[in-house]
């Protein structure tokens, strides 16, 4: 029988091997599936995208059945169910949590109060991609990055479409293989379009601008379009490899 454990922190770097580099990041509440062992390490294979790496044994628990979801680009956990109680910790968007009981204001959960009015359904769904995309704008970029803390241009594309319930890889240039489909060059660009570079993709804002994670600003950031492929492709990345509407 397969062993399904969930993330007990806030954020936890799912590592390329044990103490190796982060390739993306678990949220709390993220399920994993166990695929080995390695000293103190887990091998592990992330249930919301299949992404395989590996985590250290003490973030991790076993898992439980979530009753809600983070629906603000952060939140926090008190110590006690009044806004000037301790801050226990920070959740980024789209953590899960399970209660344990609730005042009029706050959902009691095993890591403090949170408040009622950062909190929906778990198994809810937000309904456009792009408005959750638009949240995490000034998020400090971040290689691997999948939280308020820091995300990558991957990150970004993947928070917006999995909290509209649409599948989504971790990696750029899986993204461009998995999600939407290819439209001809030429082709005018419109909200919610994703352009691919080799190594990079974006969000097509509206047909002008661009909405992506970048190390050129560090940051989720807005650009002008025909300027930002102008720019990339005078950096080396090279042209757009894919246009892709969903």
Same mark, same amino acid.
């Given at each position: 029988?397969?062993?399904?454990?969930? =993330?007990?922190?806030?954020?936890?770097?799912?590592?390329?091997?044990?103490?190796?580099?982060?390739?993306?990041?678990?949220?709390?509440?993220?399920?994993?599936?166990?695929?080995?062992?390695?000293?103190?390490?887990?091998?592990?294979?992330?249930?919301?995208?299949?992404?395989?790496?590996?985590?250290?044994?003490?973030?991790?628990?076993?898992?439980?059945?979530?009753?809600?979801?983070?629906?603000?680009?952060?939140?926090?956990?008190?110590?006690?169910?009044?806004?000037?109680?301790?801050?226990?910790?920070?959740?980024?968007?789209?953590?899960? =949590?399970?209660?344990?009981?609730?005042?009029?204001?706050f959902v009691e959960t095993?890591?403090?109060?949170?408040?009622?009015?950062?909190?929906?359904a778990a198994d809810s769904?937000?309904?456009?991609?792009?408005?959750?995309?638009?949240?995490?704008?000034?998020?400090?970029?971040?290689?691997?990055?999948?939280?308020?803390?820091?995300?990558?241009?991957?990150?970004?594309?993947?928070?917006?479409?999995?909290?509209?319930?649409?599948?989504?890889?971790?990696?750029?240039?899986?993204?461009?293989?998995?999600?939407?489909?290819?439209?001809?060059?030429?082709?005018?660009?419109?909200?919610g379009d994703l352009l691919?570079?080799?190594?990079?993709?974006?969000?097509?804002?509206?047909?002008?601008?661009?909405?992506?994670?970048?190390?050129?600003?560090?940051?989720?950031?807005?650009?002008?379009?025909?300027?930002?492929?102008?720019?990339?492709?005078?950096?080396?990345?090279?042209?757009?490899?894919?246009?892709?509407?969903?």
């Amino acid at each position: 029988m397969t062993e399904r454990l969930q =993330i007990a922190k806030p954020v936890v770097d799912l590592l390329r091997a044990p103490d190796g580099p982060r390739d993306r990041q678990l949220l709390l509440g993220d399920t994993c599936e166990v695929i080995g062992h390695d000293g103190a390490w887990i091998n592990v294979r992330a249930a919301k995208d299949g992404y395989k790496g590996f985590v250290p044994q003490d973030v991790i628990a076993k898992a439980q059945v979530p009753t809600h979801r983070i629906n603000t680009l952060a939140t926090h956990a008190y110590a006690d169910a009044n806004m000037k109680s301790p801050d226990l910790l920070s959740l980024s968007f789209g953590s899960l =949590i399970t209660a344990k009981g609730e005042s009029d204001a706050f959902v009691e959960t095993e890591f403090g109060h949170i408040p009622k009015q950062h909190l929906v359904a778990a198994d809810s769904l937000e309904s456009d991609p792009i408005a959750v995309a638009k949240m995490f704008l000034g998020t400090p970029y971040l290689w691997g990055g999948n939280s308020r803390l820091g995300l990558d241009c991957s990150g970004l594309i993947q928070v917006g479409l999995l909290a509209c319930g649409i599948p989504c890889p971790g990696d750029s240039g899986d993204q461009e293989c998995a999600v939407g489909q290819a439209l001809p060059a030429g082709t005018s660009p419109q909200q919610g379009d994703l352009l691919f570079w080799k190594g990079h993709v974006a969000w097509v804002y509206d047909a002008a601008t661009l909405l992506h994670a970048n190390a050129h600003h560090m940051a989720v950031r807005f650009e002008p379009l025909r300027p930002a492929i102008a720019r990339i492709e005078a950096q080396g990345d090279g042209s757009v490899t894919s246009h892709k509407r969903l």
